[in-house]
Structures are given as structure tokens and as C-alpha cells.
């Protein structure tokens, strides 16, 4: 089967987990739509992998990460972001972030802007099969990031010196960045 | 209502979201589960405020975010953490995170380590009625930090400097520390 199938579930718990926070009916409905949520998940276990998703071969026969936090579009916690890779390295996503990134009101929780931005940083680091290890990572917060706003986040490698490569991005809104980041990541040793 | 009622939905929706992404059952199972949770949905989303949830008074009068993305029991993308403050001012916090915060294969994201540090460096660095707003965030990633492991996440103020308060922390296992954050949080001017 492909991620098709099981993206569209992930949407459709999105969506759900958005009406979740955002609810104000009473608690008879709240309590039978728990009860219908848990005969759902029963239908669903009913055959299922151990541990977590990790990484498996898609139709393509590429590995696909389709249970990550950031990126998978099997994973409902995952906006998902799209990861758009430049020809010089360069990486950006365009997103929106709602209810369920919320921090300070109406924010997007700083700790999220970090998550994304580690991401982001990595991605641009990582080299065709070599995928880097986070060394350090240092966040400056310029400014709050709405919610339910158009934001951009890009990054690229600033230099590279022996497995260790230096990536800068930013995280912002149509008004510039809020959070800027650097980050050092770790290259494997060649095989 | 109290949260309870709704903490109950949101911690069925925890366990629809770890089903959703480990699930192997086939499409027509799949698709027989996305209809039946579209209709929940629409039954939540028949009263639903505004935006987001932001803060708002619990039944003691005091502001709760529940929406919270790390800590809001009504929001099933936190885990949610429980924050527990001592009384020299540090804050510590205990949790298993499973399959829908995973990055490296078995491992918890980068990222999120990030964004669990950001609150609880956070945490520690408010003073009551001054929520303080991150400045830096600075991570220093030691090692993985596993999935489906008890973890456990610390922090306290290192040294205050006028509105400048400098908090350290780190996220680790059994094992030690994973993940070592340093923060320079930003207090609101006195009123």
C-alpha cells in the first residue's frame, strides 16, 4: 500500500487534533466522540508494527521516513513539512502552523520554531548517504511567529571543514525572520 | 467544564496518533477509520472558538494553557510534560516519548529534545506574573536519546542579570545526559 492511503488518515487526524483543542461542545458529545476515537484506534491496532515507524523502502524503493516529527506525512504530530532542496545546497519549507503549535497566545511555541529549525539546518547538511548528526545548535529569538500565518523556513551551509559543517537558517513571517539559527553537524566517517 | 473531560479526548486522540502512524492493516480498513473520524470531527467542530486556544481561567481562577503544545493537556500533540518545581527555583520533568516524536531510526527528533528544553529552561527562568521570552537557546547534543525510554528533562537558573536571566539544563536517560541546553531568557520590564 502506499503513503497515500495512510496520509490521508494522517490528514484526517490533523484535523481532528485541531477540533480537539479547539471544541467548546458539551461533555455528552465529547464523551461519545472519545468513545468512538478509541473503537477507531482498536481497528487500527489490530495489526501493527513494533516500536515506531523508522525507516522503510517506499514504492521507489527509496528509504521514506514517513513517521517523523517534522516531515511525516504518516505522522499527525508532523505539519508535515515539504523540504525543497536547491541545486547549491540550499534548503527552504512553506508552512502554516495552527492550534496545535501554540505557545505563548497566538504563537507559535519557541521550542517548535526549534524543532523546525534543527530540521532545516540538517537537512541542508546532510550529504547524499551521509546523513549528519546534530553537534550544536544556538537559536537567537528575534520576535514572536504567528500562528495560522504564511511562514518560511530556510537554511543553508555556511562552511564545511573536515565532517564538520557549519549551517545558518532562519525561521519568518512576510515581516522577516523571528528566529534565526546556527548549527554545527557531524558528518559520518567515509565507509 | 473542567479539563478532564476534554483531557479524556485529547489523551484518546495520543492513542489514535501512535495507531495512525505504526498501523498495517489495509486501505479499506484505512478508509472505513478516516470516514468515521471525519464525522467526529465535525461533531467537535460544531462549537468551536476561535484561532487557538491561548490562556484562559481554569476553575481555580488561575490561567491554564491547555492547548499548550508541551504541556496543554487538551493538546494530543504535547506529550503532555508535567512540569514540577522545587523550591530553589529548578524545575524538572519525567516522560516516555514514543513513535510520533521519532527522528533517526528509534531515536526521539533532534528537535524536539529542543523544543522540551526551550520550556522547561523556560519554566525555570519565569518568575511569577513575568513569563519570560527566550533570547538564545544554545544545544549541545551528547548522544541519541531513545524512544519508548523513561526520560527525564531539568533545568535551573545559573545567574540573573538585570532583566537577563542565564538558565542550563539537560534532557537525558538511565544513562546520563543526552541533550545539555543554556538559555538567556529575557524578563517583561517591572510594571
Redesign the interface.
Known amino acids: 500500500?502506499t503513503d497515500a492511503?495512510?496520509g490521508?488518515?494522517?490528514e484526517?487526524?490533523r484535523?481532528?487534533?485541531d477540533?480537539?483543542?479547539?471544541?467548546?461542545?458539551?461533555?455528552d458529545?465529547?464523551?461519545?466522540?472519545?468513545a468512538?476515537?478509541?473503537?477507531?484506534?482498536a481497528?487500527?491496532?489490530?495489526?501493527?508494527?513494533p516500536?515506531?515507524?523508522?525507516?522503510r523502502c517506499g514504492d521507489d524503493g527509496q528509504p521514506v521516513?514517513?513517521?517523523?516529527?517534522?516531515i511525516?506525512v504518516?505522522?499527525?504530530?508532523a505539519p508535515p513539512l515539504t523540504m525543497h532542496h536547491e541545486p547549491d545546497g540550499s534548503v527552504w519549507t512553506e508552512f502554516i502552523l495552527?492550534?496545535?503549535?501554540?505557545?505563548?497566545?497566538?504563537h507559535v511555541?519557541?521550542?517548535?520554531c526549534?524543532?523546525?529549525?534543527?530540521?532545516v539546518l540538517?537537512a541542508t547538511a546532510h550529504q547524499p548517504g551521509r546523513?549528519a548528526?546534530?553537534?550544536?545548535?544556538?537559536?537567537?529569538?528575534e520576535r514572536g511567529t504567528p500562528?495560522?500565518r504564511p511562514l518560511r523556513a530556510e537554511a543553508r551551509v555556511d562552511r564545511t571543514d573536515g565532517r564538520k559543517v557549519l549551517a545558518i537558517g532562519q525561521l519568518g513571517d512576510v515581516g522577516g525572520a523571528t528566529v534565526r539559527a546556527e548549527g554545527v553537524f557531524i558528518l559520518p566517517r567515509p565507509q
Chains 1, 2 share one sequence.
Do not use: W
Not at 504518516?74 to 504530530?77: D, E, I, L
Open positions: 500500500m492511503t495512510y490521508a488518515l494522517a484526517s487526524v484535523r481532528l487534533i477540533a480537539t483543542i479547539r471544541t467548546e461542545v458539551g461533555a458529545t465529547v464523551a461519545a466522540v472519545t468512538k476515537l478509541d473503537a477507531a484506534t481497528q487500527l491496532r489490530a495489526a501493527l508494527m516500536g515506531s515507524f523508522g525507516q521516513a514517513s513517521g517523523n516529527v517534522v511525516g504518516r505522522n499527525p504530530v495552527g492550534a496545535a503549535y501554540e505557545g505563548p497566545v497566538g511555541h519557541g521550542g517548535v526549534a524543532m523546525i529549525l534543527d530540521h540538517g546523513p548528526a546534530t553537534g550544536t545548535l544556538t537559536l537567537r529569538y500562528l495560522n
